[in-house]
């Protein structure tokens, strides 16, 4: 992780992946994977797009005048696409049964197995943030919000939990964004 690089536009200029997934709606919802929590949304992709550039910048201005860590462009070079797997014997007789009875060979039962995990993680991802996502602001330094953007209204006490009177102790509304701390 990185926090040598001083302005989000420094860092912006890295080569971070934009991932953009289309809903069931027809919108679009942009993120960088490096960057927990930044999304934006968009009627269409370059919409939802240019959405992210402004929430981006908003993400790593917090984070940075919160001394959080920046973490480095994922790198994507260097996989070959093989991976030398050690099971124990038994868990790999089992594999292999498996795989006869499913008339298919041992890796691509492993690789069928290992992409509906990887598939059922990111849908599991993609529904928790378009449900919620958390913006962690350090309290202090809520003196001035003006330039922080979120593209989305936050869920209100009511929908997060059973007990709205619970959370609200917990809950303080800037300028129509509902900020979680505790």
Request: glycine share 8%; with cysteine; charged share 15%.
């Given at each position: 992780?990185?926090?040598?690089?001083?302005?989000?536009?420094?860092?912006?200029?890295?080569?971070?992946?934009r991932r953009i997934v289309r809903?069931?709606?027809?919108?679009?919802?942009?993120?960088?994977?490096?960057?927990?929590?930044?999304?934006?949304?968009?009627?269409?992709?370059?919409?939802?797009?240019?959405?992210?550039?402004?929430?981006?910048?908003?993400?790593?201005?917090?984070?940075?005048?919160?001394?959080?860590?920046?973490?480095?462009?994922?790198?994507?070079?260097?996989?070959?696409?093989?991976?030398?797997?050690?099971?124990?014997r038994t868990l790999h007789r089992?594999?292999?049964?498996?795989?006869?009875?499913?008339?298919?060979?041992?890796?691509?039962?492993?690789?069928?197995?290992?992409?509906?995990?990887?598939?059922?993680?990111?849908?599991?991802?993609?529904?928790?943030?378009?449900?919620?996502?958390?913006?962690h602001i350090n309290l202090a330094?809520?003196?001035?919000?003006?330039?922080?953007?979120?593209?989305?209204?936050?869920?209100?006490?009511?929908?997060?939990?059973?007990?709205?009177?619970?959370?609200?102790?917990?809950?303080?509304?800037?300028?129509?964004?509902?900020?979680?701390?505790?």
């Open positions: 992780m990185n926090t040598t690089m001083t302005t989000p536009s420094e860092i912006l200029s890295k080569p971070y992946a809903d069931e709606s027809g919108a679009y919802t942009a993120s960088i994977l490096e960057f927990p929590g930044c999304l934006a949304y968009g009627d269409s992709a370059s919409d939802a797009l240019a959405e992210l550039e402004k929430v981006a910048e908003s993400w790593l201005t917090v984070a940075l005048a919160n001394g959080n860590p920046i973490r480095e462009p994922f790198d994507s070079d260097g996989y070959s696409g093989k991976i030398a797997l050690r099971l124990p089992q594999v292999a049964e498996f795989a006869e009875l499913e008339h298919t060979s041992i890796n691509q039962l492993l690789v069928h197995a290992v992409s509906r995990y990887i598939g059922g993680a990111e849908t599991i991802r993609n529904a928790a943030s378009a449900m919620f996502f958390p913006i330094n809520l003196g001035s919000l003006q330039n922080f953007r979120v593209t989305r209204k936050l869920p209100t006490a009511g929908t997060m939990i059973a007990s709205p009177e619970a959370l609200a102790p917990l809950t303080k509304t800037v300028t129509g964004v509902e900020v979680i701390h505790g």
